[in-house]
């Protein structure tokens, strides 16, 4: 067994590990990578989004480059996602609604796929055999910048982790104004499809997750409503073919490209067995609930205080929120808040993800997060 980890690149550029919140205004942040360049100026109207992107996809790669050379097995879980969150606080310190962490650390790990993260008083282990999908957004006045990598160690999963990462990158090379997202969605799924990966003797042809997909990123919005599915076929339970056929990408548009591969069935259900610890305000219908409990009040204060739209997870209601299940299910119930279930194919399968942030601009198609390692 090699206890090294696969799937990364080196790191080539000295790590920065100051506090980005103290850096003057005027800083210029190093791009991501360009594509398509049509002009060297950007765009006036977005620029200020896009130097937010750009300082956040900063802090997003310092904190990946950290964490893919801490990561090991034995390690807590626990421990890897409160050190990666506590990363994102160095570089601001503030953490809050001006900066800071985007959404928690999703720790997903072997048949789960998405969704998952450490619960208060976890006490699981990472061990030499799993595989696990790590996602963390950070943000810049909301600017979200939604990025996510496999880890492991087994040199068996190779094969499974090449297949997400060629399909999401053949999905940004499609991407663009216009790009119709049925033909990239069509091309995860074949890209993925293309892969085999062979596991302790027993050979599996590698499937895309039909039911997951990429999105377009609104400032504290982190799920605007397109998406960008891993299979074609899916579209069908949300769309008529002509609606399909004439979804497009849009100028001046986030995306978050991101796919997913499997050794299972290539569908994501609720896990049963997870607790559910990921929640973010609804802010696809504006509420006007009253919460009955006191501590619910509280609670729905706390949040619109320190989080507005943007997700939270259980680990951090400490401090007057320990007992947080039943004034959290009160406005689970009531839509003000909405849960994020661990989601997970079957049992004993294995899954990875790669995901990108874009953004499509005058200027050309910039890849904000694209960093050393994939
Ligand atoms: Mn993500
Ligand atoms: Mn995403």
Redesign the pocket.
């Known amino acids: 067994m090699n206890n090294k980890l696969i799937c990364i690149s080196k790191w080539e550029k000295s790590s920065l590990s100051i506090n980005l919140d103290s850096y003057p205004n005027n800083i210029m942040y190093n791009h991501g990578t360009l594509n398509e360049i049509k002009s060297n100026k950007l765009p006036i109207e977005d620029s200020d989004r896009i130097m937010d992107m750009r300082k956040s996809a900063e802090a997003h790669k310092q904190v990946r480059k950290y964490v893919q050379e801490m990561i090991k097995p034995n390690m807590k879980v626990f421990d890897v996602c409160e050190k990666l969150e506590n990363k994102i606080k160095t570089l601001f310190p503030n953490n809050d609604l001006k900066s800071g962490i985007g959404f928690p650390v999703s720790f997903s790990i072997n048949n789960c796929v998405a969704h998952d993260s450490a619960i208060p008083n976890d006490t699981r282990i990472i061990k030499e055999n799993d595989i696990i999908k790590v996602?963390f957004g950070t943000h810049v006045n909301g600017n979200i910048i939604?990025c996510a990598f496999t880890v492991a160690w087994n040199e068996e999963y190779k094969q499974l982790i090449e297949a997400s990462k060629n399909a999401t990158w053949n999905a940004i090379k499609l991407a663009g104004v216009d790009s119709s997202i049925k033909d990239i969605s069509n091309e995860i799924k074949e890209t993925i499809e293309s892969y085999e990966v062979e596991i302790k003797g027993k050979v599996y042809q590698i499937k895309p997750v039909s039911n997951l997909g990429?999105?377009d990123i609104y400032p504290y919005k982190?799920h605007g409503g397109t998406v960008i599915l891993c299979d074609p076929i899916k579209y069908n339970m949300m769309l008529s073919n002509d609606q399909l056929n004439s979804l497009r990408m849009k100028d001046n548009t986030c995306y978050?490209i991101?796919t997913f591969a499997t050794t299972g069935n290539g569908f994501v259900s609720n896990d049963p067995d997870l607790p559910t610890t990921l929640y973010s305000k609804n802010y696809m219908n504006n509420i006007n609930y009253n919460p009955k409990l006191n501590l619910s009040k509280k609670l729905l204060g706390y949040i619109n205080k320190t989080r507005s739209s943007l997700p939270f997870c259980t680990r951090w209601l400490k401090n007057g929120f320990q007992k947080y299940k039943v004034p959290l299910n009160e406005l689970v119930k009531n839509d003000v808040i909405t849960s994020y279930p661990p989601l997970s194919d079957i049992k004993d399968s294995l899954s990875s993800q790669l995901?990108h942030t874009i953004y499509l601009h005058e200027y050309g198609k910039e890849i904000l997060s694209h960093g050393d390692d994939n």
Request: negative net charge.
């Open positions: 996602d939604d990429g999105h982190i978050a991101e995901e």
